[in-house]
């Protein structure tokens, strides 16, 4: 469900992902939103922080069926997943 800030701002649904391998200096942040929470997307502070709103595509996760949700991480190319500084 969203999660109500301090500030009474509702954040969008999501799940965060701290990603670490071999190769991999520092542990990478993203966040994982669901495309099927059209209004509460839109209405996300962090979301809304993005100036390149294309790239904002690659932290939703695709409803697939009723219950299942595919969501793909890349590390690099033109469909590289947004990571964030923490």
């Known amino acids: 469900g969203a999660v109500i800030l301090d ?5 969008a649904p ?3 992902f701290w990603l670490v391998a071999r190769g991999i200096n520092l542990g ?3 966040r ?3 495309e099927d929470e059209h209004i ?3 209405r996300d ?4 922080e993005i100036k390149n709103k294309r790239k904002i595509d690659t932290l939703l996760a695709r409803n ?11 590390l690099q190319g033109k469909n590289e997943t ?3 500084e923490i």
């Open 64 to 74: 697939i069926t009723e219950s299942d949700y595919q969501f793909n991480i890349y």
């Open 40 to 42: 509460l997307n839109q």
């Open 45 to 48: 502070p962090l979301l809304n």
């Open 14 to 16: 999501h799940i965060s």
């Open 28 to 30: 990478l942040n993203t």
């Open 7 to 11: 500030t009474g701002k509702k954040m």
């Open 82 to 84: 947004i990571f964030f």
């Open 32 to 34: 994982m939103y669901f």
